[in-house]
């Protein structure tokens, strides 16, 4: 009879463990492998990338993690791509093959996001693209790949929307324009579009010089933009060689009418504590800034700032909607299947919590790019609380009584 008993009692617990009861119930976990530079060139994006997503995940764990999955929680897993884009497909591949993820997000380098969507692609596991810029990325027909951040063809588009409005505001005539910009593909994929815009917009390009983002010394880049005297200097740098090039341009007395960034190193926070008053009056075409107009943007931003010591970037704030996004879609989905998460992800109409963009709402398209997705321009000045970053464009994005220094003063 005891015997029977402990045979008995065996079953139940079998039976329990699959029927997920009592204590043997093993809780769901949503694996999400995040392939980022967290060394090398790109390192302080990365881990701008990474703290946002921590603390975004951290909010939805809290508040009860998916519910459809019976309160699965969400647990995130890294790898550093080192900028490389052979150590990304590997790392997509591990994730996929040897950790079973559910999902991958990454890379920021647009050289690692392209083949690394491409291995997930392939495997058919949902990769979501925070922020990577290269158009190319939803070009190729795939149904895996949804990305957040605008492309690279609408930075550089309002960019150029940007000194037209400026232009007919204040009524200085900008003719001449210079590209400088790092030579991976974010930089060469902008400047492409720079040479297509230039001649739509009637400009003479003088300069169109690309480098090496690990370069110690760009003092040959910066004689060759003093001699080509651009109205406008168009950038495409990394948080080094940013630092690098405004610092040499102030130390040679290179100041064109306009100076322009790109986002990335110009966004960076080490830039203006770097920089001084080397970076005063430059502008720089963001998809946020801290100051921006949205509900809940100053309150995530403040608790960024008091976790992580600075101001949130759009890098940072396209990841943290990134996570908002992809809870969303396994909420929908209720499920952990791969076609069914890939589903929700092209059905997302996201307007909820997390959302502190300047746009009203998540909607991809048939390419799996974010259809809402915009931007503004900052300008870099000290207007009595130290050196900060003020949004002017669009100009009903403006900050309130902030007037725009345009032309920059010449040196």
């Known amino acids: 009879m005891k015997k029977l008993t402990m045979i008995v009692t065996m079953c139940a617990m079998v039976l329990a463990m699959h029927l997920g009861l009592g204590t043997a119930h093993a809780e769901t976990v949503v694996k999400v492998g995040n392939i980022l530079p967290l060394s090398g060139p790109s390192a302080s994006v990365g881990q701008q990338g990474k703290q946002a997503r921590e603390m975004a995940i951290e909010e939805i764990n809290e508040a ?102 400026m232009q007919k505001e204040f009524g200085d005539e900008l003719k001449t324009v210079a590209f400088v910009y790092e030579n991976g593909d974010w930089g060469t994929g902008f400047a492409a579009q720079w040479v ?23 003092t040959p880049v910066v004689n060759k933009i003093r001699r080509a005297r651009p109205d406008v200097l168009m950038l495409v740098s990394n948080a080094a060689d940013a630092i690098l090039l405004t610092n040499t341009l102030a130390d040679y007395k290179v100041s064109p009418k306009v100076i322009i960034g790109s986002g990335g190193g110009h966004a960076d926070p080490t830039f203006l504590s770097a920089t001084g008053d080397n970076a005063k009056y430059v502008f720089d075409i963001v998809e946020w800034e801290a100051d921006v107009n949205k509900p809940g943007a100053k309150e995530v931003n403040a608790k960024y700032k008091e976790r992580y010591g600075t101001n949130m970037t759009g890098e940072a704030v396209d990841a943290y909607v990134a996570m908002y996004v992809m809870a969303d879609a396994l909420e929908r989905a209720g499920s952990l299947e791969p076609t069914a998460i890939r589903d929700a992800l092209a059905a997302t109409e996201y307007s909820g919590e ?33 050196l900060e970053r003020i949004t002017v464009w669009p100009k009903n994005a403006r900050r309130e009584g902030y007037t725009p220094v345009f032309p920059m003063p010449q040196k």
Request: aromatic share 10%; glycine share 8%; hydrophobic share 35%.
């Open 64 to 165: 009860g993690g998916i519910k459809s999955l019976g309160g699965a929680k969400i647990e995130l897993l890294y790898a550093d791509s080192k900028s490389d884009p052979n150590v990304g497909v590997t790392e997509a591949e591990r994730f996929i093959n040897t950790e079973k993820v559910n999902v991958i997000t990454g890379a920021w380098n647009s050289g690692v996001t392209y083949p690394s969507t491409a291995v997930a692609e392939r495997y058919g596991v949902p990769y979501i693209v925070p922020v990577s810029v290269r158009d190319t990325i939803t070009e190729r027909g795939f149904k895996y790949v949804f990305r957040i951040a605008a492309k690279d063809s609408w930075w550089t588009r309002d960019q150029f929307a940007f000194l037209d409005d």
């Open 196 to 218: 297509e815009l230039a001649k739509e917009h009637g400009y003479e390009v003088v300069l169109n010089e690309p480098y090496p983002s690990s370069a110690t010394d760009l």
């Open 354 to 386: 997390g959302l502190i963009t300047t746009y009203d709402s998540v909607k991809f398209d048939e390419t799996g790019q974010n259809e809402n997705a915009a931007l503004a321009v900052v300008q870099i000045n000290d207007i009595g609380n130290g």
